[in-house]
């Protein structure tokens, strides 16, 4: 989960991509995911997150994350992004990104619990 602040009055393509590295030697992983946030008002409590399975982590973090990072994009330019450990290189930049294990809390069961929390999504375009 990350909170962000927006200074537009509305916001719309507020695109944030996740990186999480989990995994030693053959088994390190570099799990990726994104989300484009919509009708984002001004302010400062905004949360957007990514939820990985359990067992995603079990079978290749061996229930550890090394690293994670976070990169906010508003209108296809980067505006901000955050690492933990702190990071001044984008280490996920040398890596293979596997997509597909990281999903938005409206792909989860967790969505009924805190839809209010998390911002609006922009769904596919037909």
Do not use: C
Request: negative net charge; glycine residues 8%; hydrophobic residues 35%.
């Amino acid at each position: 989960e990350v909170q962000f602040e927006s200074d537009p009055d509305w916001a719309d393509d507020v695109q944030l991509k996740y990186y999480v590295l989990a995994g030693k030697g053959k088994e390190q992983r570099l799990f990726t995911g994104e989300v484009t946030h919509i009708n984002v008002a001004k302010g400062t409590q905004h949360y957007s997150a990514m939820f990985m399975h359990p067992n995603t982590l079990k079978r290749y973090g061996g229930g550890q994350v090394d690293q994670v990072a976070v990169r906010l994009f508003y209108q296809g330019k980067l505006v901000d992004q955050l690492s933990d450990p702190a990071a001044r290189e984008g280490w996920w930049d040398k890596f293979t990104p596997v997509p597909g294990y990281l999903l938005s809390p409206q792909e989860t069961p967790w969505l009924p619990v805190a839809s209010e929390r998390f911002e609006a999504i922009k769904g596919p375009r037909p």
